[in-house]
């Protein structure tokens, strides 16, 4: 089992930027792929962003490309995701989720491991 944490969530005006940290506990000698979800109230949980086990390959939503990175520290157990030039559409909760097969981390995918989501409000 993996538990997953995340924080560094809030209320941000157009165009600011936030840190987003997911902290991993658990089976942590396991590398998993690991990856970001957000769903808005009303829509459908939507793919963000996707890093593999060594941080050497990543995957974003058009969405989010050019203005959203990525990024892990295994030695931390922790990934993070920078967000810069928000706009009110990225108003969402933040989802960390972790999975065996990068596979499954995609639009429209799932994984194993959810962590509870973090609130991000960005405001026009």
Same mark, same amino acid.
């Given at each position: ?12 005006? &157009? ?7 997911? &902290? &991993?506990?658990?089976?942590? =000698?396991?590398?998993?792929? +690991? ?16 890093? =593999?086990? *060594?941080? &050497?390959?990543?995957?974003?939503? %058009? ?9 892990? %520290? *295994?030695?931390? =157990?922790? +990934?993070?995701?920078? +967000?810069n030039s928000l706009e009110p559409e990225d108003t969402a909760v933040y989802y960390c989720a972790a999975d065996e097969r990068a596979s499954r981390l ?5 994984? %194993? ?12």
């Amino acid at each position: 089992q993996v538990q997953l944490v995340e924080s560094g969530g809030g209320l941000v005006q &157009a165009g600011g930027s936030l840190r987003l940290s997911c &902290a &991993a506990s658990g089976r942590t =000698n396991s590398i998993y792929p +690991m990856g970001w979800f957000r769903q808005a109230p009303g829509k459908e949980r939507e793919f963000v962003a996707r890093i =593999n086990w *060594n941080g &050497a390959s990543t995957y974003y939503a %058009d969405s989010v490309k050019g203005r959203f990175t990525i990024s892990r %520290d *295994n030695a931390k =157990n922790t +990934m993070y995701l920078q +967000m810069n030039s928000l706009e009110p559409e990225d108003t969402a909760v933040y989802y960390c989720a972790a999975d065996e097969r990068a596979s499954r981390l995609v639009p429209g995918g799932s994984a %194993d491991y959810w962590g509870q989501g973090t609130q991000v409000t960005v405001s026009s």
